[in-house]
């Protein structure tokens, strides 16, 4: 048995899935097309044979009648010829009561005894002047039995006729079936087969922007395939748009660093003709040089920070956003001196927890500070408040600087955008980007808008706390 299961499994490890498709199809339709002329076959012999057993009782009756009427010597037939009547005969309880001539049909022990009462009658097949019969034995009354027989070799051919024509019909449905089979694999798994070519243009390509087609109609009435199929070219899609998106990011970093790297490569250059220089001159080269290798670092540094997308889980924990904004205002406020960072947090937002990573959380803050002190000018105070939500919590940095144009808004948070007028000052672009990125990890969402009154206004909203056990960094 398990030998059995071990070449099943082998036959559809081995068959493309169509084959295996179109056999299981097949044999469905034939074991039903077969089962059906097996049961006309049943049921047409029972009929056949229930007829001629009718016609036998029917010719019983009548002889029993003619007995009646005209006494015993009316009974006997030649049943040997298909037109004659049924051929019978009287057969008495007791051997010594027989007539003188010998009996037509066969006489037997059983026939006494349905003669004495003593059996139920009965239907036989026998053989007479070597043709198939069959013959009823049937008590007649005054300790007699009686005898019918008629050919039943027209009802056999019958049965021998229906058995052929059902086998040709059911041979016939076997290959209908075959061919069914055949094309219900075909049109079945017409839409399979798409997908698996384009897996494997796009495996053999490299290229995501294959497409598979899909037919139309409206999509509440699509069949699993078309759905698979669907989501297949949403994936693709995806994959797409992150393959492009990582080369513009390549693009994009390679050429932001030509530019201080070429400035890098000049002083480098200057300073190896330190010889020919003045004190002053040297001191400015290197001033420069060590600047633009912090720069370049910096702009690295980001660079790898935004190409990780993941918060790694084990550094999660349960972050005190209170206590995390008044150490990085503080921090702040150090490193820009010259503006005042008002902080405000109001009563039940000192209480609020969310499940984060420090680190990135001081990162994403400070650079919407520094952002905030760097556009803003000097003495211009960046307000800094922590308000609880009905569902959540809200962080807000508001500067009093220029603001960020109309225009901008919808550009800010993408890598390396910095507008025209943000140009004159240091930076790469890459702080908002980062800052969002961090902001979606930790499941909250950061807007920019423009202040009522100018300037620029942040806003960092957690939802309402996870549940136990939820893991929104990451996900
Ligand atoms: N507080 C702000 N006021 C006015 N404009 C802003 C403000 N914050 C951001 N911007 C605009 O958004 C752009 C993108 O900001 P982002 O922090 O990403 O880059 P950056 O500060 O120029 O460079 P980096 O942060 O990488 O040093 C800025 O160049 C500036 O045009
Ligand atoms: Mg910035």
Redesign the pocket.
Same mark, same amino acid.
């Given at each position: 048995m398990s030998g059995v299961r071990r070449l099943g499994a082998r036959w559809r490890r081995r068959r493309p899935l169509r084959t295996r498709l179109a056999t299981a199809a097949s044999a469905a339709v034939a074991l039903v097309a077969l089962g059906v002329c097996a049961a006309a076959f049943v049921v047409i012999r029972y009929e056949l044979f229930h007829q001629l057993d009718l016609s036998l009782t029917q010719s019983a009756t009548r002889t029993v009648q003619a007995e009646r009427d005209s006494g015993p010597d009316v009974l006997a037939g030649e049943c040997r010829y298909l037109s004659s009547p049924a051929c019978a005969q009287i057969v008495p309880a007791s051997a010594s009561d027989d007539p003188a001539e010998p009996y037509l049909l066969p006489v037997s022990a059983a026939v006494r005894e349905v003669a004495a009462g003593e059996r139920a009658p009965y239907v036989s097949n026998i053989t007479l002047f070597g043709r198939p019969m069959r013959m009823l034995t049937t008590p007649l009354g005054k300790g007699r039995a009686l005898q019918v027989a008629l050919r039943s070799d027209p009802v056999e051919k019958g049965v021998r006729q229906a058995a052929w024509l059902l086998a040709a019909v059911g041979g016939a449905g076997v290959l209908v079936a075959g061919g069914l089979g055949y094309w219900v694999s075909r049109t079945g798994l017409a839409p399979v087969s798409r997908l698996t070519a384009t897996a494997e243009r796009i495996a053999a390509t490299r290229d995501p922007r294959h497409r598979i087609e899909l037919p139309s109609g409206p999509p509440g009435r699509q069949d699993e395939v078309t759905r698979l199929a669907a989501s297949f070219n949403t994936m693709l899609g995806e994959l797409e748009q992150s393959v492009t998106a990582q080369r513009r990011l390549v693009a994009d970093a390679s050429h932001e660093l030509r530019t201080p790297l070429t400035a890098l490569r000049t002083n480098a250059e200057l300073l190896s003709r330190a010889d020919r220089l003045t004190d002053a001159q040297r001191d400015r080269a290197s001033a420069a040089l060590g600047r633009q290798i912090r720069e370049v670092t910096g702009l690295v540094n980001?660079l790898i920070e935004l190409a990780r997308d993941e918060e790694p889980r084990p550094l999660l924990e349960q972050v005190r956003i209170a206590p995390l904004t008044e150490h990085t205002v503080g921090a702040a406020a150090a490193h820009w001196p010259s503006t005042p960072f008002p902080l405000h947090i109001d009563g039940e937002a000192a209480r609020a927890v969310r499940p984060g990573v420090p680190a990135r959380l001081t990162r994403l803050l400070t650079?919407l500070l520094?952002?905030?002190a760097?556009?803003?000018p000097p003495g211009a105070p960046v307000e800094v408040g922590l308000q609880a939500l009905a569902d959540g919590l809200e962080l807000t940095v508001r500067?009093h +600087?220029? =603001?960020?144009a109309p225009e901008?808004l919808p550009y800010?948070f993408d890598r390396f955008?910095?507008?025209d007028?943000?140009r004159a000052?240091? +930076?790469? =672009?890459?702080?908002?980007?980062m800052a969002r990125q961090i902001a979606r990890a930790h499941g909250a969402d950061l807007t920019a808008e423009t202040a009522p009154g100018g300037g620029?206004l942040f806003r960092l909203t957690f939802g309402p706390v996870p549940p136990a056990g939820a893991h929104p960094v990451g996900e």
């Open positions: 980001d650079n520094d952002n905030a760097k556009f803003s500067d +600087g220029p =603001g960020i901008d800010v955008y910095r507008a007028a943000a000052l240091p +930076g790469s =672009g890459l702080g908002l980007a620029a």
